[in-house]
């Protein structure tokens, strides 16, 4: 029992992830954002996605980056990179899993929105590399 919690706290350490994902249908351009973290014993932050560089698989070890405010901030990030004017149709969920009975938890904020364009056509996105 002692090795089983020590790899699961040990491998949610490495877990916590930002993503920022964008689909386009027609003229319409979706972004979904997820930021995920897991905790021990709901409020012990382990590792949650490093949301100043999201798709780049890093993790805040110990911290708790999970907050609507930081995908708010991620959503901004995107409107700036593609020249959209703005969003709208934006949504925002959390989800929360129980693992190992109450000792480790996984928490995720999602946010989807439509971007908008004043007509003056869609830059590629252009992140750049956080390291």
């Not at 009975?101 to 929105?113: G, K, V």
Request: charged fraction near 20%; proline fraction near 3%; charge should be positive.
């Amino acid at each position: 029992m002692r090795k089983s919690l020590f790899f699961a706290l040990f491998a949610a350490a490495l877990c916590g992830c930002a993503t920022i994902e964008s689909s386009t249908v027609g003229e319409r351009h979706m972004v979904s954002i997820k930021n995920t973290g897991w905790y021990f014993l709901t409020v012990v932050p382990l590792a949650s996605g490093d949301h100043d560089c999201p798709n780049e698989l890093s993790t805040k070890p110990f911290t708790d980056s999970l907050s609507l405010k930081n995908n708010m901030a991620m959503l901004d990030g995107v409107v700036e990179r593609t020249g959209a004017t703005g969003f709208r149709n934006l949504t925002s969920t959390k989800k929360d899993e129980s693992v190992l009975f109450f000792l480790l938890s996984r928490y995720t904020y999602h946010t989807s929105a439509e971007l908008v364009f004043n007509g003056t056509g869609r830059r590629q996105e252009n992140q750049q590399p956080c390291r």
